[in-house]
């Protein structure tokens, strides 16, 4: 490639995503190794893979592609940064410590407790129309598009609704990726502290919440390990970024989506039975997680090429979602597309947890949106984060009427 870019760098992404040099790579180095620059974690090179199918691939061959530490080693996860502490949560962990901690989960997590939800998600949703300070000045993500995803998250936690305005205050800071892309260490140990003091108390008086089913979670295998306290503090954390902010990103980008297409709003309108298939083009289209890193356990070859055991490698979702090969008009956002077999929630065993909650939030969303508003204008372009991992619209200033 004559034209580089630094994918370890998070500023490469606050003009939004590199869609072209993503094209050049999936048409002409499907597997391509990036050299390391003074942006990237261990000042260590990285492979990268673009095409669908490989992608696909590697999310469907964990033995090969470990999301957890591969010695030697002391650090792993799905991130370029090493992080000692993968393993812990099951975003970050192989089998058979995966499964274990995935399925003492989704006894809390089921799809009962999840649809149970709804008519509570939605009045909340109704709600945050009514707050919008100023319909004429509105920034849409942080008066409509951050509220309902945090407010789910909190429900499933079971933190009291008086905890919630200083909790979120705290996710803002510590977990939610800040506009630099820097995450304050106070703050996390403030959402840390909070969430070993909500699990004891769950653990000690458990209520009516999906964390205190998850806390009291057994397997039917007496031989099994409930959750230890570290396991369930990293539970408690790993659900704000993966949940809310995706969420949030999701949310934000289809309206700027909605309103750069605004045929496809109207259709939507006219017809509010298409909002399944809108809610997955939503997320083929923002693609809120935008790449993955696993690291090879073996020597191995995939995309034409070799990789070595040890090596880090990451897969974009992002650049699978608008890959030619596999999708008609990718760059087209088309509400009614079918088939659609994005892999915006990943696939394999990692596949997004929280799938049913994220599409139901997505519904409820523009359901109240288009119930409660007619015309969207934007007010200024939108801003986008600069950060390479979770990706999405920062600001959009609208007037809404
Ligand atoms: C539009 C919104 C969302 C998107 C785009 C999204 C995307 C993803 C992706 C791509 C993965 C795979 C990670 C990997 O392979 O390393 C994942 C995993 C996960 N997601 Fe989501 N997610 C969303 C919403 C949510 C919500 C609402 C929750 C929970 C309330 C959630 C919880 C999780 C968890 C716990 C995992 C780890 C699953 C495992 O490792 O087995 N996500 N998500």
Redesign the pocket.
């Known amino acids: 490639m004559n034209e580089t870019i630094d994918l370890s760098y998070g500023a490469t992404f606050g003009q939004g995503f590199p869609h072209e040099f993503f094209k050049k790579l999936r048409d002409e180095q499907p597997l391509y190794w990036h050299e390391p620059t003074q942006y990237s974690p261990g000042g260590e090179g990285f492979w990268v893979v673009s095409r669908y199918e490989d992608c696909v691939r590697v999310?469907r061959d964990p033995a090969t592609f470990s999301?957890d530490k591969v010695p030697p080693r002391k650090g792993g996860g799905?991130s370029l940064f090493d992080e000692p502490y993968a393993g812990l949560?099951?975003?970050?962990?192989d089998d058979p410590q995966?499964k274990r901690?995935?399925g003492l989960?989704s006894q809390g997590?089921t799809p009962r407790a999840i649809a149970d939800m709804e008519a509570d998600l939605r009045r909340r949703a109704k709600i945050i129309m009514d707050k919008i300070p100023n319909p004429d000045r509105c920034e849409f993500i942080s008066e409509v598009a951050r509220e309902l995803?945090l407010q789910?998250?909190c429900t499933?936690l079971g933190v009291p609704e008086e905890d919630r305005v200083q909790l979120s205050g705290w996710i803002d800071h510590g977990l939610m990726v800040q506009s630099e892309g820097v995450i304050s260490r106070e703050y996390l140990l403030l959402i840390q502290d909070y969430g070993k003091k909500l699990i004891e108390q769950k653990r000690q008086k458990p209520a009516n919440d999906i964390l205190s089913a998850i806390i009291h979670a057994r397997t039917e295998d007496p031989q099994e390990i409930p959750l230890t306290p570290l396991e369930l503090v990293n539970?408690f954390l790993?659900?704000f970024p993966?949940?809310?902010e995706?969420?949030r990103?999701?949310i934000g980008g289809a309206m700027l989506a909605f309103m750069e297409n605004p045929d496809q709003l109207a259709k939507l309108r006219a017809n509010p039975g298409l909002m399944p298939s809108a809610v997955e083009e939503i997320?083929r289209w923002?693609?809120?997680?935008i790449y993955?890193r696993r690291t090879a356990t073996c020597d191995t070859e995939i995309a034409g090429g070799k990789i070595r055991a040890g090596e880090k490698l990451s897969y974009w979702?992002m650049s699978a979602n608008r890959d030619e090969r596999m999708f008609h008009d990718p760059f087209k956002f088309d509400i009614s597309r079918d088939p659609n077999p994005h892999?915006?929630?990943?696939t394999?065993?990692?596949?997004?947890?929280?799938?049913a909650?994220?599409r139901m939030?997505?519904k409820i969303m523009f359901e109240e949106i288009l119930a409660r508003f007619k015309n969207f204008e934007l007010l200024a372009p939108p801003l986008w984060m600069p950060n390479n991992r979770l990706h999405g619209v920062r600001e959009l200033k609208l007037r809404i009427t």
């Open positions: 999310m999301s799905t949560a099951m975003n970050t962990a995966h901690l995935r989960v997590f995803p789910a998250i499933i539970f790993l659900l993966a949940g809310a995706t969420t990103s999701a997320v923002t693609t809120p997680s993955k979702e892999v915006g929630f990943g394999g065993i990692h596949i997004c947890l929280g799938i909650l994220a939030e997505i």
